[in-house]
Nanobody, 120 residues
Framework: QVQLVESGGGSAQTGGSLRLSCAAS????????MSWHRQAPGKERELVAA???????NYGDSVKGRFTISRDTAKNTVYLQMNSLKPEDTGVYFC??????????????WGQGTQVTVSS
């Protein structure tokens, strides 16, 4: 079992910043790709950013140049620095970890989500 705990959500004004964190724990042999996704009311969940175990990153078009994903491999933690926030960034942000467990099973794991609200 792999558990993900997110923190750092909250409210910000347009142009402001927030930093999200997501820590993975449990029966972890290796964390492969970690990513952030978001879901706005009435919309499908979308990829915000992803980072591989080697440090390669990928961003959704709407956040390129404003958000930065990073990870601390030793702590099994991923971060999302969100700058120049816009009202359309509002939503529930979910962390995902593609993990290999100590039983050598590959699993996809989701956090509980953290709310981000950006006001104009």
């Amino acid at each position: 079992q792999v558990q993900l705990v997110e923190s750092g959500g909250g409210s910000a004004q347009t142009g402001g910043s927030l930093r999200l964190s997501c820590a993975a724990s449990g029966s972890i042999f290796r964390i492969n790709t970690m990513s952030w996704h978001r879901q706005a009311p009435g919309k499908e969940r979308e990829l915000v950013a992803a980072i591989t175990s080697g440090g390669s990153t990928n961003y959704g078009d709407s956040v390129k140049g404003r958000f930065t994903i990073s990870r601390d491999t030793a702590k099994n933690t991923v971060y999302l620095q969100m700058n120049s926030l816009k009202p359309e960034d509002t939503g529930v942000y979910f962390c995902n970890a593609d993990a290999t467990t100590t039983g050598r099973t590959r699993t996809s794991n989701w956090g509980q989500g953290t709310q981000v609200t950006v006001s104009s």
